[in-house]
T-cell receptor
Framework: DGGITQSPKYLFRKEGQNVTLSCEQNLNHDAMYWYRQDPGQGLRLIYYSQIVNDFQKGDIAEGYSVSREKKESFPLTVTSAQKNPTAFYLC????????????FGPGTRLTVT | KQEVTQIPAALSVPEGENLVLNCSFTDSAIYNLQWFRQDPGKGLTSLLLIQSSQREQTSGRLNASLDKSSGRSTLYIAASQPGDSATYLCAVNTGNQFYFGTGTSLTVIP
């Protein structure tokens, strides 16, 4: 089945620890995205990548880092510098930036205490 | 910066009723607009995609329209069912980024 997988579904960390969220797609899409969703707010873009080995900051990139070494993988690291990391994180992909629709993974809920 | 607004924030209707969800955006320079459905604790499911050159798209009981010049889109749901209960989000694509509204939470009462 083609789609986007995110793991784990739930993640718990202590404050001050870095944590990496996984996102894998087998849709052969060029573009991949990371969003954060908080209650009562729309999705906010953290980072996006249009091709391998290239990525751009979104609106709320501070405290996050990404890599895009393979077309199918776009991991997100939440660093200790992120002041309020507890949120629902969603990964998405599209065939390319522009006219194509986005497809989403099931999300990872991160709780930092 | 593109701003996307969805009104109402919440809507409750009896089963069988037709309903309209609204989405407005501030910058008409978009590539397309996409409607999504989100169930609690889940990812987003794509419902309809309207390209900037199109006026509407239909899928089953769903019909989405786009008036780019006025910065508006509507999602029409016919003959609503309890299984339609979810949050509906719209997103506009400016080429590099998608900008999302905060969603409309729909409850269909049996």
């Amino acid at each position: 089945d083609g789609g986007i997988t995110q793991s784990p579904k739930y993640l718990f960390r202590k404050e001050g620890q870095n944590v990496t969220l996984s996102c894998e797609q087998n849709l052969n899409h060029d573009a991949m995205y990371w969003y954060r969703q908080d209650p009562g707010q729309g999705l906010r873009l953290i980072y996006y990548s249009q091709i391998v080995n290239d990525f751009q900051k979104g609106d709320i990139a501070e405290g996050y880092s990404v890599s895009r070494e393979k077309k199918e993988s776009f991991p997100l690291t939440v660093t200790s510098a992120q002041k309020n990391p507890t949120a629902f994180y969603l990964c998405a992909s599209s065939a390319s930036a522009g006219v194509y629709e986005q497809y989403f993974g099931p999300g990872t809920r991160l709780t930092v205490t | 910066k593109q701003e996307v607004t969805q009104i109402p924030a919440a809507l409750s209707v009896p089963e069988g009723e037709n309903l309209v969800l609204n989405c407005s955006f501030t910058d008409s320079a978009i590539y397309n607009l996409q409607w999504f459905r989100q169930d609690p604790g889940k990812g987003l499911t794509s419902l309809l995609l309207i390209q900037s050159s199109q006026r509407e798209q239909t899928s089953g009981r769903l019909n989405a329209s786009l008036d780019k010049s006025s910065g508006r889109s509507t999602l029409y749901i016919a003959a609503s069912q309890p299984g339609d209960s979810a949050t509906y989000l719209c997103a506009v694509n400016t080429g590099n980024q998608f900008y999302f509204g905060t969603g409309t939470s729909l409850t269909v009462i049996p």
